[in-house]
Each structure stands twice: as C-alpha cells, then as structure tokens.
C-alpha cells in the first residue's frame, strides 16, 4: 500500500512479509550501504499556554537515510517507535551495513499481548534473545535497531 503525506512524497509501507522480502530484493539485504543520518520526532511539545502535550503513538517517528554503493539512498520511516538503538563510532570498525534484518514479531510486548510490531536492524538480529552487556561494547555487538508499530521506505531523489 501507498500512502502520501503532506509533502507529497510516496511512501510504501510494508505490511506483508512479502512486502519485506520486495524490500529486501530492492536493496540487496541493505549490503554495502551506511547510515547517513537519523531523525527522531516525539511530536511533544508545549503549547502557547505552556501546557506540555505529549505525543501519541504514531507522532514517534524516526527515519534513517541510508546510502548504498549498489542503489539510490533510501528513508525508512518508523511510526509508533517503542525503541531504537543508534550504535556510533567503534573503534576498529567500519559503519558499513553487510546485512540487515526486518521481521514482524507478536511477542515484544508481553505474554498478555499480542500486538505486531515490526524490527528493523543492521546486521543479524534477533530481539527476543539481543542483551547489551555494556553500553559501549569494545567487540561491536552493539547494534543500531528500531522497534516499532509501523515502517515505510522511499527512495531519495533528491540530498
């Protein structure tokens, strides 16, 4: 499905695991390509009367640029963000993303729920069994990931 938003860009938003694998296809599993910038949106704020309002679900957004040395930069936008990771400079690595990982999980939430959520991850991953044994790790498992409610991509036409 297709949706447009207020500047009049498309998004495809994926909501099929077919979606996931097209997206996959269309970027070679994301290999060969980096995080050129991140943007997160609470849609927070306070008002003129200096009220604090806070967003809803779906007003937590990230999207995150990424270049490929195979394809055209790509935005993933993330609606309904309940976490994201950012793993920055590491020392003796590189930031190039071999791999990526997107899946539909029901289980992130709690035995009592049953809620779908969508993961999107450089490199393997799996979200059920990923422990950060320090908040900077000096052997790279760190990883940049983002859990959310829904995810769209479109590719960049224009920097």
Not at 8 to 28: G, H, P, R, S, V
Not at 78 to 103: L, M, P, Q
Request: some cysteine; overall charge negative; charged content about 20%.
């Amino acid at each position: 499905m297709i949706i447009e938003s207020f500047a009049t860009i498309m998004w495809k938003e994926i909501k099929t695991q077919n979606d996931i694998e097209n997206l996959m296809q269309e970027y070679f599993g994301f290999h060969d390509s980096c995080i050129v910038s991140v943007l997160y949106q609470s849609g927070a704020k306070v008002d003129e009367n200096e009220a604090m309002l806070f967003g809803g679900p779906s007003e937590h957004i990230v999207d995150i640029v990424l270049h490929s040395q195979w394809k055209p930069p790509v935005t993933l936008r993330f609606t309904g963000v309940r976490k994201c990771n950012i793993a920055g400079w590491h020392d003796n690595y590189s930031c190039e993303i071999y791999e990526a990982y997107i899946a539909f999980h029901t289980d992130l939430l709690g035995k009592a729920r049953d809620n779908r959520l969508v993961v999107w991850a450089d490199g393997h991953f799996n979200p059920s069994q990923y422990i950060e044994e320090k908040i900077i790790s000096p052997t790279n498992s760190n990883r940049t990931y983002v859990v959310a409610e829904k995810m769209f991509w479109q590719t960049v036409s224009e920097l």
